[in-house]
């Protein structure tokens, strides 16, 4: 897949600061916030700040120290919103067509608040 990043793609405009966002935190290299559209009672989306497209795409190409951050923010995060000690959560990314990724920047979706379900449905 083609990690060509978009610059005017909507997270990159949060990024920005031309589109509100709803922060949940933020530190030097990532920024986590409410989803628009919540899936779940607890719907947060942890992305980059630098321009990566997928997972494979951060994974392959981000330096150690934004790799490292990202996750620790994402643990803050389940940590601060009660459900890393509590129910549980889901953690997912969506990549390409077939992920049916809508925002070609690098998210992870952190959900919970709820029985989420099976993770895919079957074909
Ligand atoms: P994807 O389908 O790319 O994995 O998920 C994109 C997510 O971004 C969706 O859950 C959608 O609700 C969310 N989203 C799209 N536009 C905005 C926005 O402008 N602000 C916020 N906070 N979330 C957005």
Same mark, same amino acid.
């Given at each position: 897949?083609?990690? %060509?990043? @978009?610059p005017?793609?909507?997270?990159a405009?949060?990024?920005?600061g !031309?589109? #509100?966002?709803? %922060?949940?935190?933020? %530190?030097?290299?990532t920024?986590?916030?409410? @989803?628009?559209?919540?899936?779940?009672p =607890?719907?947060?989306? =942890?992305i980059?700040?630098? #321009?990566?497209?997928t997972f494979?795409?951060?994974?392959?190409?981000?330096?150690? !120290? !934004?790799?490292v @951050?990202? *996750?620790r923010t994402a643990?803050? =995060?389940?940590a601060?919103? /009660?459900?890393?000690?509590g129910?549980?959560?889901?953690?997912? %990314?969506?990549?390409?067509?077939?992920?049916?990724?809508?925002? #070609?920047?690098y *998210?992870l979706?952190?959900?919970? /608040?709820? =029985?989420? /379900?099976?993770?895919? !449905?079957r074909?």
């Amino acid at each position: 897949m083609a990690h %060509t990043y @978009d610059p005017q793609n909507i997270f990159a405009r949060i990024l920005r600061g !031309e589109i #509100p966002n709803k %922060t949940v935190l933020e %530190t030097q290299h990532t920024l986590a916030f409410h @989803d628009i559209n919540p899936a779940a009672p =607890v719907h947060v989306l =942890v992305i980059p700040k630098g #321009p990566y497209v997928t997972f494979d795409h951060f994974a392959a190409d981000a330096s150690a !120290e !934004e790799i490292v @951050d990202f *996750h620790r923010t994402a643990a803050s =995060v389940c940590a601060m919103l /009660g459900i890393a000690a509590g129910d549980g959560y889901r953690a997912i %990314t969506n990549a390409g067509v077939h992920g049916m990724q809508e925002v #070609p920047h690098y *998210h992870l979706h952190i959900l919970g /608040g709820r =029985v989420l /379900g099976r993770l895919v !449905e079957r074909a």
